[in-house]
């Protein structure tokens, strides 16, 4: 009892310092923006962003453009997800196919994905060549973390399956998809913060919604409060979403009994 009072304690005093910190940047911020010794014109202060973030919100266009990010992010999260876990399969399911296919997903893996954006644009418009800076990001990680997560699996699992005469369908069925659970959410967990960059990435070239578009735009007509604003919004929708796929991720690891 008293290890997990103490465990508790530090907990709370984690967090209370976590706040205490938190509270005294945004102090000195604001402090140091009132006397003078940052520019608010260049860095804002937290006031004018709080100022800021109620004008939007009582226009309603700061939810429109939290949820256009949000939407784009979760589509580009589940496409890259289902499409590098095929193609995680399919190097697993052949040696020939990933021993040729490896160098190229080195390559793309090593390869700067902003110098794509041009190339989306052109080839999938304004609006869907978000969707494409997204999958491109997350999708080759997918793909690398995946195929590890197969290949930690116990060989000793699927030598009884094979020798039981189990199809390489049933292994995958049965054995590798199953007992990849925990890999899957370490997987989506990481692919938040990288699809969220990719759909920022997208916004900032072509889009005209999204928090990615107000930040662009913020920056062209120097308005710093809006580009602030943006990006505290940003921040809380990374973290929010984090949250979301670790809830979920905890369901689906309880279901499969990995806690």
């Not at 644009?121 to 304004?126: A, M, Q, R, T, V």
Request: hydrophobic content about 55%; charged content about 10%.
């Amino acid at each position: 009892m008293e290890y997990l009072r103490i465990k508790r304690n530090n907990r709370w005093m984690i967090r209370i310092t976590q706040l205490t910190v938190l509270l005294v940047f945004l102090g000195c911020w604001e402090l140091f923006a009132i006397i003078g010794w940052v520019e608010p014109m260049l860095t804002s202060r937290p006031s004018l962003i709080f100022n800021s973030f109620s004008d939007l919100l009582s226009s309603g266009n700061i939810l429109y453009h939290t949820w256009v990010t949000t939407k784009e992010t979760i589509i580009g999260i589940i496409v890259s997800m289902t499409l590098g876990t095929i193609i995680a399969v399919l190097f697993w399911w052949s040696t020939f196919v990933s021993k040729v296919l490896e160098p190229y997903i080195v390559v793309l893996n090593a390869l700067p994905k902003v110098a794509l954006g041009p190339i989306f644009y052109i080839w999938l418009g304004d609006r869907m060549s978000i969707y494409g800076m997204a999958i491109a990001i997350s999708i080759i990680v997918t793909i690398i973390m995946v195929e590890s997560g197969f290949k930690e699996i116990g060989k000793s699992k699927l030598k009884l399956m094979e020798s039981l005469g189990a199809t390489r369908l049933q292994m995958l069925m049965m054995v590798l998809l199953p007992a990849s659970v925990p890999n899957f959410v370490a997987t989506i967990k990481v692919n938040v913060g990288l699809t969220l960059v990719g759909v920022i990435m997208g916004e900032f070239l072509s889009s005209k919604a999204g928090l990615g578009y107000l930040i662009i735009y913020g920056g062209q007509v120097f308005q710093m409060n809006l580009v602030m604003t943006s990006i505290v919004l940003l921040a809380v929708l990374s973290i929010v979403l984090y949250g979301v796929a670790t809830y979920l991720g905890n369901k689906l690891l309880k279901k499969y009994h990995f806690d």
